[in-house]
């Protein structure tokens, strides 16, 4: 989050199992668990504007903040707060926007470069250069297998999606920069090329978001109104959701772990859960009821981080409780149900037929479904970081203001989430955590 309701905090991200909170403020920087909430880590040494978490480990991506004497926003810190240790220090030519780390990969984004970094041994493997960013606008996808980078592509998009897969730069855009376009550039950091380049969308990209296990990418463009989900590395378009009729800034978009819900927060102070059904193949590698679900729980409890030991208790989902609604579902197949589908997929069968024959602004107006659930901020004009719990059905809020919010979803009937907790991330009385706190600080290990 860039904007900061509460000028003491400056940073707060969601780690990659959405199973601990990251924060940086003007004294330093914390560790917080979702479930039970409580504080497990505060270390006080000087602003920090970037504080990236390593899964459930204690491996710590920390950025200086800028306009902060005591730190620089240009050096990049790789810490192990268990030992206590800086296991390594890097300066760039700029100051750094975003962090982004999955088990194999460091990703560093400057505003007109990307670097690629081994994270075993921090050697840096491929540099992108890139038209302006000054949004950091990013992904990285969570798994180490399916490991694609996906950012707005360079203008004009290259004829041949294919790079050398050196070291060395990609060729920069010319120096007088034309408007951007909405393709997105997927990239492959572990061939190091470009897989594929996706025309996402007319107006400029605003933000991007890649599944657990790297099936997945969601875009949403400076508009705001339309979201579209697309296989990858395939970029086959899977969903197309409407968020609204008004333009808004998108905040932060998040697939749940089983990648059958996304969330969606903007700058109308309404957050948007869409739901994604079964998919039917293609090069996404897996379907979302198929190999999705079960590659990110092998993602989770796969390769442990460097040096370091990894909590599996948390990545053993045994389907959570979407699996418990599925049953629940399975159940009702009574006639009345099974005549509600069968005319849902007549009437799907009839806008994509219809659809191969009407101009693009039409069918662009037929497809995009709305939001299967959603909730209103208790307050309006702040920024807010969601997430879907893995554990629970309840969705998850970080504000600007310092808040986490806690809300239920009805994952059978969805309609409007109920708020059920708030808690104070800046407030110390309410951080001690206790013994769950300690309990969860002994499992990072």
Request: aromatic letters at 6%; charged letters at 20%.
């Amino acid at each position: 989050m860039v904007d900061h309701t509460n000028s003491n905090m400056l940073f707060a991200n969601f780690n990659q199992d959405f199973s601990c909170i990251s924060m940086g403020t003007r004294k330093g920087y914390s560790i917080t668990n979702c479930d039970p909430f409580g504080r497990v880590i505060t270390v006080n040494d000087g602003a920090r504007g970037i504080v990236e978490m390593l899964f459930c480990t204690s491996l710590l991506a920390l950025v200086g903040a800028p306009d902060e004497n005591q730190s620089s926003p240009r050096k990049l810190q790789i810490v192990n707060t268990k030992r206590k240790s800086i296991i390594c220090e890097l300066l760039f030519p700029s100051s750094i926007l975003s962090v982004k780390l999955n088990r194999k990969t460091l990703v560093i984004v400057l505003e007109t470069e990307i670097y690629i970094y081994d994270i075993s041994n921090m050697r840096l493997l491929h540099v992108i250069e890139t038209t302006p960013n000054p949004d950091a606008i990013c992904a990285l996808s969570p798994s180490a297998d399916n490991s694609y980078l996906a950012y707005p592509s360079p203008v004009p998009s290259p004829a041949s999606p294919l790079t050398n897969p050196s070291a060395a730069p990609t060729p920069a855009p010319p120096s007088t920069h034309p408007p951007q376009t909405g393709d997105v550039h997927l990239f492959s950091t572990r061939s190091l090329t470009v897989s594929n380049v996706i025309q996402a969308h007319k107006a400029p990209i605003s933000f991007l978001s890649i599944n657990s296990s790297g099936t997945l990418l969601a875009t949403a463009s400076d508009k705001g109104t339309v979201i579209r989900v697309w296989g990858i590395p395939g970029a086959e378009k899977l969903y197309q959701f409407r968020r609204g009729t008004r333009e808004a800034k998108i905040y932060s978009m998040n697939f749940n772990i089983m990648s059958t819900l996304l969330a969606v927060s903007s700058a109308h102070d309404t957050v948007h859960v869409f739901k994604l059904g079964p998919q039917k193949g293609g090069g996404g590698g897996g379907g979302v009821g198929g190999g999705t679900s079960s590659g990110g729980r092998g993602d989770v409890s796969g390769v442990a981080s460097p040096s370091e030991s990894v909590d599996s208790s948390r990545d053993e989902y045994e389907g959570g409780y979407e699996a418990l609604v599925e049953k629940k579902e399975k159940k009702k197949s009574t006639m009345s149900s099974i005549l509600r589908r069968k005319s849902l997929q007549m009437t799907k069968s009839l806008g994509h037929s219809v659809g191969e024959y009407l101009p693009n602004t039409l069918t662009e107006m037929w497809e995009p479904a709305r939001d299967f659930a959603f909730l209103r901020l208790p307050t309006s004009g702040t920024r807010c970081v969601v997430a879907l719990s893995p554990t629970m059905p309840q969705v998850m809020v970080i504000s600007s203001e310092g808040f986490f919010y806690i809300y239920s979803i009805d994952l059978e009937n969805g309609g409007e989430c109920a708020l059920m907790k708030q808690y104070n991330l800046l407030d110390s009385e309410e951080m001690v955590g206790g013994g769950d706190a300690v309990e969860k600080a002994n499992r990072i290990k």
